[in-house]
């Protein structure tokens, strides 16, 4: 049964996302998230107006968060390794804590329709610029090798992203460890060779 601390919308939403997570925005129906709350379907709509609200609020609460980290990195942090080091940091950090939230945000956002999905293409396409800008403060300082910017910040995300695929609470690496280890195999590629 959902957590009693919650809000009683605050509770559909995760229900929701567990369910987005398993079966798919598409596969999911109001009456499979009711049953899951152990509700009449009709009741859900005195909390909520749509599927797809549920789906907008999944999607865009994760994407502040995302957002919020980076830019956080961006003003504090001042070298180049450090910032891509916090950025990997906060983003495992965000994707272990919220882990059905995060699968909904990375594989379902493309069931959003009209300017929900243009706003949050935009939200996707700014946080993929706050790390080429850390990649371009990385080679501005000679510590980066001066590669495509672009195409390595969707590589970072492509590594990061896929922990959700296998990321277990009680597995053997802690989200710390992974993002460590993660941190060190992103900036091996990216760290100018030193000549011998």
Not at 64 to 86: H, P, S, T, W
Not at 122 to 132: A, F, M, Q, S, T
């Amino acid at each position: 049964m959902p957590n009693t601390f919650a809000s009683r919308k605050e509770q559909i939403i995760h229900v929701a996302a567990e369910l987005f997570s398993q079966k798919g925005y598409a596969g999911t129906s109001m009456r499979d998230i009711a049953e899951r709350m152990e509700m009449e379907a009709a009741s859900l709509y005195n909390h909520i107006s749509s599927k797809e609200e549920i789906l907008h609020t999944i999607c865009f609460s994760m994407a502040d968060r995302f957002l919020a980290g980076i830019e956080e990195v961006n003003d504090i942090y001042f070298n180049g390794e450090e910032k891509i080091r916090m950025m990997v940091k906060n983003h495992v950090a965000i994707l272990t804590s919220s882990p059905e939230e995060a699968k909904v945000f990375l594989h379902e956002w493309r069931h959003l329709t009209g300017e929900h999905l243009q706003n949050f293409i935009v939200l996707r396409d700014k946080y993929e610029n706050g790390i080429v800008e850390m990649l371009q403060t990385g080679i501005q300082e000679n510590v980066f090798d001066d590669v495509d910017q672009k195409f390595a910040a969707l590589n970072i995300l492509s590594s990061v992203n896929w922990i959700v695929e296998w990321y277990k609470p009680n597995g053997k690496m802690s989200p710390e460890e992974i993002a460590q280890k993660l941190c060190d195999f992103i900036l091996s590629g990216l760290k100018k060779k030193q000549p011998y």
